[in-house]
């Protein structure tokens, strides 16, 4: 069983639509989680960190987090085709000080 | 600021060969880490190191070694290289957590390692 899990994919979405990725953990005691952007040939992008339950938001990004479910999720507001990219969710499991990632969702955003 | 820089960029080697891929950062970071990606395989973790004088192993650290050689510097060396070990090759560093809370991690660029 996979530790951190994300939609299988591929997403597809139109042009300033929602796009709405999802991540589950195994590790109810994990505090830190993570969403990083990854666009083909290019290293992992940083783009949103979450550790408190509920919703943070960050431009057209909102990362949400609830513990109790285990679940965290992004959505990205009036998508552009420029967000076309693997989004990968990482994760502190439990008591470790390394990130477990996900094996990400690849998003594609069409004109 | 450069960030996280790596080097080389592209590697090929031949089986049994060795070498050693070299990361720096100028963050001040205390912690850094490599990894390696593949195919449907995500990001996993090789080794890493929480401070300066300590490297502890990840999820995949068979074939590989690490030295962290200041507090800015971390290689890792491949000593008779496989061709499992064709992959890309990211390094990464961060503030020190603690031991239930981990910080943001930033990325070098990669290395792209081939071998034959």
């Known amino acids: 069983q996979k530790e951190v899990e994300q939609n299988s994919g591929p997403l597809s979405v139109p042009e300033g639509a929602i796009a709405s990725l999802n991540c589950t953990y195994s590790?109810?005691?994990?505090?830190?989680f993570f969403w990083y952007r990854q666009y083909s040939g290019k290293s992992p992008e940083l783009i949103m960190s979450?550790?408190?339950?509920g919703d943070k938001e960050d431009g057209r990004f909102t990362a949400q987090l609830n513990k109790a479910s285990q679940y965290v999720s992004l959505l990205i507001r009036d998508s552009q085709p420029s967000d076309s990219a693997t989004y990968l969710c990482?994760?502190?499991?439990?008591?470790?000080?390394?990130?477990?990632f996900g094996s990400g969702t690849q998003l594609t955003v069409l004109p | 600021n450069a960030g996280v820089t790596q080097t080389p960029k592209f590697q090929v080697l031949k089986t049994g060969q060795s070498m050693t891929l070299q990361c720096a950062q100028d963050m001040n970071h205390n912690s850094m880490y490599w990894y390696r990606q593949d195919p449907g395989m995500g990001l996993r973790l090789i080794y890493y190191?929480?401070?300066?004088?300590?490297?502890d192993k990840g999820e995949v650290p068979n074939g590989y070694n690490v030295s962290r050689l200041n507090k800015r510097e971390f290689s890792l060396r491949l000593e008779s290289a496989a061709p499992s070990q064709t992959s890309v090759y990211f390094c990464?560093?961060?503030?020190?957590?603690?031991?239930?809370?981990?910080?943001?991690?930033?990325f070098g660029p990669g290395t792209r390692l081939t071998v034959t």
């Open positions: 990482a994760v502190n499991l439990g008591s470790a000080r390394q990130l477990t």
């Open positions: 590790d109810r005691g994990s505090q830190s």
């Open positions: 979450i550790y408190s339950n």
């Open positions: 190191s929480a401070s300066e004088g300590t490297t």
């Open positions: 990464a560093s961060s503030e020190l957590g603690d031991p239930t809370f981990s910080y943001e991690q930033y």
